[in-house]
T-cell receptor, first 114, second 115 residues
Framework: AQSVSQHNHHVILSEAASLELGCNYS??????LFWYVQYPGQHLQLLLK??????LVKGIKGFEAEFIKSKFSFNLRKPSVQWSDTAEYFC????????????FGSGTQLTVLP | ETGVTQTPRHLVMGMTNKKSLKCEQH?????MYWYKQSAKKPLELMFV???????ENNSVPSRFSPECPNSSHLFLHLHTLQPEDSALYLC??????????????FGEGSWLTVV
């Protein structure tokens, strides 16, 4: 069975600081990887995804993530955060062979101070 | 606007009540899902329907009963719930599970409080 770990439960940054949120997964085969964001009071939105190809994936709103297969990691990054990035961020993984099972991490709450 | 619409957005029910959550997707997808989101816990997959057939049930108590009358609609019937069932219930949809590039799209959720 696959699992996802997000080690940072709550991250607090000032505006313009750089962001990196950790995500590690456990699964022995090929995986699809996702980052979802949930702004306060809103639905889960897809931020970016990796299926294959270039391991550095660029998403919406200046976010990017790098898939490092040897480390089973898919960390989310943004060079300069804004107050509007305050939200909860979820890493998720599924295996193409059983793509119905999207497994989520427990989430990281990001608070950006103005 | 997500393409996945859930009603009601908020529901308060007693432990002896019977209520239903409704989900409708306008994305032309063939798979629909129910997830449960509780505080401080990862999202939990409850049920998966693929082409209107239930293909996954993750050990969910029988007081939760899903129904998928067609590929655009999904219901979650609730009966004799417990206070610990209070949570945000998320509906989602995707193209057929197993297809490459499968991305899941979520609705805004239904906040359920059991009193």
């Amino acid at each position: 069975a696959q699992s996802v770990s997000q080690h940072n439960h709550h991250v607090i940054l000032s505006e313009a600081a750089s962001l990196e949120l950790g995500c590690n997964y456990s699964y022995g085969g090929t995986v699809n990887l996702f980052w979802y964001v949930q702004y306060p009071g809103q639905h889960l939105q897809l931020l970016l995804k990796y299926f294959s190809g270039d391991p550095l994936v660029k998403g919406i709103k200046g976010f990017e993530a790098e898939f490092i297969k040897s480390k089973f990691s898919f960390n989310l990054r943004k060079p300069s955060v804004q107050w509007s990035d305050t939200a909860e961020y979820f890493c998720a993984v599924n295996a193409p062979g059983s793509a119905r099972q999207l497994t989520f991490g427990s989430g990281t709450q990001l608070t950006v101070l103005p | 606007e997500t393409g996945v619409t859930q009603t009601p957005r908020h529901l308060v029910m007693g432990m002896t009540n019977k209520k239903s959550l409704k989900c409708e997707q306008h994305l032309g997808h063939n798979a629909m899902y129910w997830y449960k989101q509780s505080a401080k816990k990862p999202l939990e997959l409850m049920f998966v329907y693929s082409l209107e057939e239930r293909v996954e049930n993750n050990s969910v108590p029988s007081r939760f009963s899903p129904e998928c009358p067609n590929s655009s609609h999904l219901f979650l019937h609730l009966h004799t719930l417990q206070p610990e069932d209070s949570a945000l219930y998320l509906c989602a949809s995707s193209s057929l599970p197993g297809s490459s590039g499968n991305t899941i799209y979520f609705g805004e959720g239904s906040w359920l409080t059991v009193v």
